[in-house]
């Protein structure tokens, strides 16, 4: 079992930056790929970025490109979501998700994922 917990949101301005920070719980942590998924309201939770399990290959959805980048500290089983020049479009609750699979890297696809945490809260003001 994996236990996942998001913690960094909160209430920003467009331009602002952010930094999510993901904690896990479990031995395995280090041989999952790790990835962010976000909910807006009326919305289908959409991919966000995910980071192979030693930090090799990461993969980001078009719209944060250049904007987002994903990290991890596998000493310390904590997954970042680095987040700067946020744009009010990005307001959304964020998750963190687990692939235990070690099947597929890096996946956009939610049901890839089988571990998720609870999620935080961003919102970006204009």
């Known amino acids: 079992q994996v236990q996942l917990v998001e913690s960094g949101g909160g209430l920003v301005q467009a331009g602002g930056s952010l930094r999510l920070s993901c904690a896990a719980s479990g031995r395995t942590f280090n041989n999952y790929t790790m990835g962010w998924f976000r909910q807006a309201p009326g919305k289908e939770r959409a991919f966000v970025a995910a980071i192979s399990w030693n930090g090799a290959h990461t993969n980001f959805a078009d719209s944060v490109k250049d904007r987002f980048t994903i990290s991890r500290d596998n000493a310390k089983n904590i997954v970042y979501l680095q987040m700067n020049s946020l744009r009010p479009e990005d307001t959304a609750v964020y998750y963190c998700?687990?692939?235990?699979?070690?099947?597929?890297?890096?996946?956009?696809?939610?049901?890839?994922?089988?571990?998720w945490g609870q999620g935080t809260q961003v919102t970006v003001s204009s």
């Open positions: 998700a687990a692939d235990s699979s070690q099947i597929t890297i890096c996946s956009s696809r939610p049901y890839d994922y089988d571990y």
